[in-house]
């Protein structure tokens, strides 16, 4: 990614816990996470080169703040970071950004594998 290094996107559709997904494009690697889990995954360079495509595909830089007078509902937050420091922040409620179905397509399997996680007391 050419202004961004690290994106850190939350999403929660009430009443479910927040999910969290942090894609590390200078290590290759995803980490998904919510209250009781959290996964890493590390793939080989070409795989994660056609995820970074996918991902970058979606212009998440070009994303911006859509909020709706309701407050039930989908709420999501988008964080991009350039060595460790956010350059990006939006966020919105029930209202979504172009190319929202395509990104959550591609996230959605992670959070699936973080769903089958056995929960650990």
Known sequence: MKNFNKLIFSVARWPE???HIIIDFDKECVEVKDCSASLR???G???FARFSEA???CEPEN???MDSPVLEGTIWNLTLCRSG???KNCNGINRFPSHWDEFMKLVRPFFRKLDSCPVAF
């Open 17 to 19: 816990n927040v999910k």
């Open 41 to 43: 995954f590390c793939s």
């Open 45 to 47: 360079a070409e795989e």
């Open 55 to 57: 991902v970058a595909a």
């Open 63 to 65: 994303w911006s703040s």
């Open 85 to 87: 420091v956010p350059v």
